[in-house]
């Protein structure tokens, strides 16, 4: 029985260990895994998306888009008139009637005539303004018109805010590489300063070799020093327009592994459907709305009020009813016409300033115009060259490489000098890293190139 009893309290150990040591396994494996995540480097589709929802500016677009459609409201209601409720008390220093009477009603019980000194007023009001030279209707027009330009405002911000977080993307990942390539650089300079210096001292190389080497291993490393600051530099922009601190790692793009292909058209069939010539049309539309509305200053308004209240007030020590609450009903209704016929030209002057600034706005669509086929004419040249650049560069890369392995067998075997071989190994590394900017060239210009064409979110 006792052998029983210890093999059972045994197996019931041995399952809770068990299960505490797959906690524990499960447990590290989950930390593992969300270290694995957290460390994960962000894609350019992340970041982009992470602007768009983190970017100040963007969300400060969005409260602008509410603000014009609440104007669109305000203009509307505005047509309707307002309903006001007020009331009173006037203290008089002699008795006053609670309503205007007439002749009648005062020969017909003058000593029933409620008087007071203390006149209490409570009533609505109500004032409509039925005519205003179309000035109200145009204040609405205007109004939609500055909703529609809030949300191509939008547009244009978000797509600005795309390109931005591309190019800084992309040139960062430039930066990276040449980092890269300039700390292999400088490792190799090291080492053949390190190689050099000890021929120096066994007496086959001269001197000034030695020098050459330390000189150009000096300006490795400044050239490196500099494209680190650059890089935190850059880093520091794109964590500020992610709105994030700090900046996670970023994935490299994937290089291009066919070849690229120059562009054979100027876009300029896309020109009519751009938001940015859209926002100037609108622009053009809303100031020849303000100089109509402007005009309606010309015209006569017409407004028509009306109320309806109770004045009610203890009657005086001359009445014979004194102290006794009274109360009178008192209504109006009624149509107002101003009309301002001569004010020195002050309307006047505002009708043309109107008018010019109309004018102004049309001479800004022309120039937007004129500035998009510039762009896009720029865009698509930017794009070529840097397909060429491509091509060349790498061109230039395997003859450099060739050319650097040829020198450092001449080198070595005492065929060559140390300028040689330095010069070679820097034509290397000027290639490799123009090779490598020109490949991050070609996707920038391209990004430029769907910015102007505003096909950011539908890449």
Known sequence: MKTKQLSAVRARDWAVARNVFLI????????????VASARAMTLEECVALALENNPD???????????????????????GKLDVIAGYTRYNLPRTLAPLTPGSIFGDPAGVPTTEDLFAAG??????????????????????EKEMAGAAYKLSREQLIYNVRALYVNILSLQAQERAQHTYVEALERLAADVAREVRLGS?????????????AN??????????????????????????????????????GELV??????????????????????VEKNAKAAE????????????????????????????NSGDWEKQEVWQAGLNLRWSIFDFGSTRSRVRKARLLEQQSRYELRKTELELKRSLQEAVTKVNLAV????????????????????????????????????????????????????????????YLEYLLEQGENR
């Open 24 to 35: 524990v396994v499960c447990g590290a494996l989950l930390i593992a895994a969300g270290q």
């Open 58 to 80: 963007i969300r400060k677009q969005q409260v602008n888009m509410e603000l014009a459609l609440e104007g669109v409201s305000e203009q509307k209601a505005l047509n309707f």
């Open 124 to 145: 609505v009001v109500y004032e409509v303004t039925l005519f205003t030279g179309f000035a109200r209707t145009r204040a609405v027009e205007i109004s939609a018109l």
């Open 205 to 217: 190389k001269a001197r000034v070799d030695q020098l050459k080497a330390e000189t150009d291993l």
């Open 220 to 257: 490795g490393r400044s050239r490196l020093t500099q494209l680190v600051g650059n890089i935190a530099i850059l880093k520091s922009s794109l964590a500020t327009l992610l709105n994030v601190d700090p900046l996670p790692e970023l994935e490299d793009i994937a290089p291009r592994t």
């Open 262 to 283: 120059p562009l054979d058209t100027d876009y300029q069939d896309r020109l009519g459907n751009l938001e940015r010539l859209r926002a100037a049309r609108l622009a």
């Open 293 to 320: 509305k402007s005009e309606g200053a010309l015209y006569p308004r017409v407004v028509f009020n009306s109320s309806y209240g109770q004045n009610f007030g203890p009657n005086d020590d001359s009445n014979l």
């Open 388 to 447: 060429a650049d491509y091509d060349s560069a790498r061109q230039e890369l395997a003859m450099t490489r060739e050319t650097e392995s040829v020198e450092q067998v001449r080198y070595d075997k005492g065929a060559a000098d140390i300028n040689d071989l330095l010069y070679a190994k820097a034509r290397h590394q000027l290639a490799r890293s123009r090779f490598v900017s020109a490949g991050y060239n070609y996707h920038a210009a391209r990004f």
